[in-house]
């Protein structure tokens, strides 16, 4: 089936103005995880989401940075007032569950803003 | 909360010889010590993975070892090939928590 995917695939912006970047995981996999990859960084854990659980959100940078999880599925991560130093690839992974430890890695959103 | 520290952070080998990168983490709790391989542009895959009960487990030229009294976990890789060239991350995790990833290391394989 389909893997994880991302849109968009890239996103330039202006400093200031808020993005929304978007989570497909693979179908039935209930935990979802956000990461933040500075150029040429590891990965930085954002948050967590596990079924109908409450997120673990104690990865997110500051306050400007928010991530919904509709109907268990699509996530979306918003940025608000974009900075520069948010210029990273945002990578998004799906695993089948708390019991299933094998994450599975979209493609990413090159984000620059400028 | 859980640290990962990760050793080296760039390599080099002469293709054929071996590659050994360390990673050491401090929450005695975490059971789950995934590596995952990133090449230039792309996104990170799962090469192999080790969990608390187990301290080797062996895929072809790929092998991690875990020594829990010492809260560390290796990856060895023999007969390095050219297109072994990439980023390596090492993370910890505790069971239905989130993963807490290593810095990277830059393996090189020179021909």
């Known amino acids: 089936g389909a893997g994880v995917s991302q849109s968009p695939s890239n996103k330039v912006t202006e400093k200031g103005k808020d993005v929304e970047l978007r989570c497909d995981p693979i179908?039935?996999?209930?935990?979802l995880y956000w990461y933040r990859q500075s150029l040429g960084q590891g990965l930085e854990f954002l948050i967590y989401?596990?079924?109908?659980?409450?997120?673990?959100k104690s990865g997110l940078p500051s306050d400007r940075f928010s991530a919904e999880r509709t109907g268990g599925s699509v996530s979306t991560l918003t940025i608000q007032r974009t900075q520069q130093e948010d210029s990273a690839v945002y990578l998004c992974?799906?695993?089948?569950?708390?019991?299933?430890?094998?994450?599975?890695f979209g493609p990413g959103t090159r984000l620059l803003v400028l | 909360g859980e640290n990962v520290e990760q050793h080296p952070s760039t390599l080099s080998v002469q293709e054929g010889d071996s590659a050994v990168i360390k990673c050491t983490y401090s929450?005695?709790?975490?059971?789950?010590f995934p590596w995952y391989k990133q090449e230039l542009g792309k996104r990170p895959q799962l090469i192999i993975d080790i969990r608390s009960n187990v301290g080797e487990k062996k895929d072809q030229r790929i092998a991690v070892t875990l020594n829990k009294t010492a809260k560390h976990f290796s990856l060895h890789i023999t007969e390095t090939q050219p297109e072994d060239s990439a980023v390596y991350f090492c993370a910890a995790r505790l069971y239905g928590q989130n993963f807490v990833f290593g810095p990277g290391t830059r393996l090189s394989v020179l021909p």
């Open positions: 992974a799906s695993s089948s569950g708390p019991a299933s430890e094998t994450q599975y």
């Open positions: 179908s039935g996999h209930t935990a």
């Open positions: 929450d005695s709790a975490s059971n789950y």
């Open positions: 989401f596990q079924g109908n659980s409450a997120p673990d």
